[in-house]
């Protein structure tokens, strides 16, 4: 079975400050992945998806880009952080051929 | 688009009893996968049940078990015995088919269990 492992775990970040949220899986190959954000007390909206090394879609145009240097590695960043990009960060992946999204652990992020 | 609705915030059940949470949705594809997911006090989600569109069977695991009418595009989860671990926030989600592609999530359910 798959294990997804994402750090940090929390981060407190200053304005304008550069992020890199880093997520990696284990035990499947050729994943495909996503980023999804949960805003307080709501459901998950994805941010971006990549089905293999250095493809990125991304669903919502915003102060984030995502990078995917290695098949079971992505990463989420940010050259100057807002304070709308406050939340918790969740990477998920889903095995070749499968249907199903499996989450890593999350990034709680405030932003100050 | 599609569009996941969970139209009950908060529910109540007390332990060892039978609990149903509402979930509807809206899509014009004929074949698509429905999920249950829950998340606990840490946050992560986890993976409670699929259903596939194009099974008339309902999915079942263990306690967890759905009720899937897809002429009405309704997706209930029924949680047999309820265990005090079971408290927690339950999303309904929804899947189109294809290579990649997104989970819709509705707004959530969250559930306690009470002794």
């Known amino acids: 079975s798959q294990t997804i492992h994402q750090w940090p775990a929390t981060l407190v970040q200053p304005v304008g400050s550069p992020l890199s949220l880093e997520c990696t899986v284990e035990g499947t190959s050729n994943p495909n992945l996503y980023w999804y954000r949960q805003a307080a007390g709501r459901g998950l909206q994805l941010l971006f998806y990549s089905v293999g090394i250095g493809q990125i879609s991304s669903e919502v145009p915003q102060n984030l880009s995502a990078s995917r240097p290695q098949d079971r590695q992505f990463i989420l960043s940010s050259k100057k952080l807002l304070l709308s990009d406050s939340g918790f960060y969740l990477c998920?992946?889903?095995?070749?051929?499968?249907?199903?999204?499996?989450f890593g652990p999350g990034t709680r992020l405030t932003v100050l | 688009a599609q569009t996941v609705t969970q139209s009950q915030p908060e529910m109540s059940v007390q332990e060892a009893e039978t609990v149903t949470l509402s979930c509807t949705y809206d899509?014009?594809?004929?074949?698509?996968?429905l999920f249950w997911y829950k998340q606990p006090p840490s946050r992560q989600m986890i993976l409670v049940i699929r259903q596939e569109a194009y099974k008339q069977q309902n999915a079942t695991e263990n306690r967890f078990s759905v009720n899937f009418q897809k002429a009405a595009k309704s997706f209930s989860l029924k949680i047999s015995d309820s265990q005090l671990g079971d408290a927690a926030m339950y999303f309904c989600a929804y899947r189109r088919t294809g290579t990649a592609s997104k989970l819709t999530f509705g707004t959530g359910t969250r559930l306690q269990v009470t002794l």
């Open positions: 998920a992946a889903e095995g070749e051929g499968r249907n199903e999204q499996f």
């Open positions: 899509t014009s594809e004929s074949d698509y996968y």
